[in-house]
């Protein structure tokens, strides 16, 4: 019983400063994002001639190019504001460079009973300009089967889109456009919330179940002992 005991403690114990390291490793994610984004907003320059870009993630960036509206992509089931609809990805060509970017430009809600029709996005021509965050390819959402291509989308692997396309798109980040809505498209985007709290209460129940078991082993086999001994 009291390897039992011993073990118990030792384990659950283990697992609550497993949970206070999580928590502490994103504590200190969340300052490093926080100091990106308050950060001087990049251009085109910096940002092309960075040779670590991911250094640059979460920071604010201005751009100019133009949109290859041709492989514009509406990924499925996004959320906005708990309303469902497409976010809208579109490669950006820089200006003054043959690099490609993906752009997650905003929401826009879908047509329910045509599920197949597209929705009116303005795709501006010519040259554009725009303020983005570096963010890394878009979260993947559960999908059962292969990918398949064109324009509706549950997902968007970017190597793969870039085989699939020719363009000489970037594949390891994308911009999330900000911004007051325009163009059709809605951008409030959510707070990156990286969940240290629950890493906190993870640790207290853990914590709390050893002082328990702790607690259970004193009580039914260390304190009748006292009592005996008492006793006689």
């Known amino acids: 019983m009291a390897l039992s005991t011993l073990l118990g403690v030792s384990v659950t114990l283990s697992l609550g400063f497993w949970q206070l390291r999580r928590a502490s490793q994103k504590e200190a994610l969340t300052a490093a994002i926080a100091a990106s984004e308050s950060r001087l907003t990049l251009d085109a320059a910096a940002f092309l001639q960075s040779p670590h870009p991911l250094d640059q993630l979460h920071q604010s960036v201005h751009l100019r190019g133009t949109w290859v509206p041709g492989h514009q992509v509406y990924l499925d089931n996004?959320?906005?504001?708990?309303?469902?609809?497409?976010?809208?990805?579109?490669?950006?060509?820089?200006?003054?460079s043959e690099r490609v970017l993906m752009v997650q430009r905003g929401w826009i809600p879908r047509n329910f009973e045509s599920r197949e029709s597209l929705p009116t996005v303005e795709t501006p021509a010519g040259v554009v300009e725009i303020t983005g965050r570096i963010a890394l390819p878009p979260s993947k959402l559960y999908e059962p089967g292969e990918a398949a291509p064109g324009a509706i989308r549950q997902n968007l692997d970017l190597?793969?889109?870039?085989?699939?396309?020719?363009?000489?798109?970037?594949?390891?980040?994308?911009?999330?456009?900000?911004?007051?809505?325009s163009e059709g498209l809605l951008r409030e985007w959510p707070v990156v919330s990286l969940g240290v709290e629950k890493h906190y209460g993870y640790a207290f129940q853990w914590f709390a179940l050893a002082a328990l078991i702790a607690g259970l082993f004193g009580w039914f086999q260390v304190r009748p002992l006292f009592i005996v001994s008492k006793d006689e």
Do not use: H
Request: no cysteine; charged share 20%; aromatic share 8%.
């Open 159 to 181: 190597p793969q889109f870039r085989l699939e396309t020719g363009l000489p798109v970037d594949d390891t980040l994308m911009l999330v456009q900000t911004g007051g809505a």
């Open 78 to 96: 996004r959320q906005m504001n708990a309303k469902v609809g497409f976010f809208v990805l579109t490669p950006l060509r820089i200006e003054g």
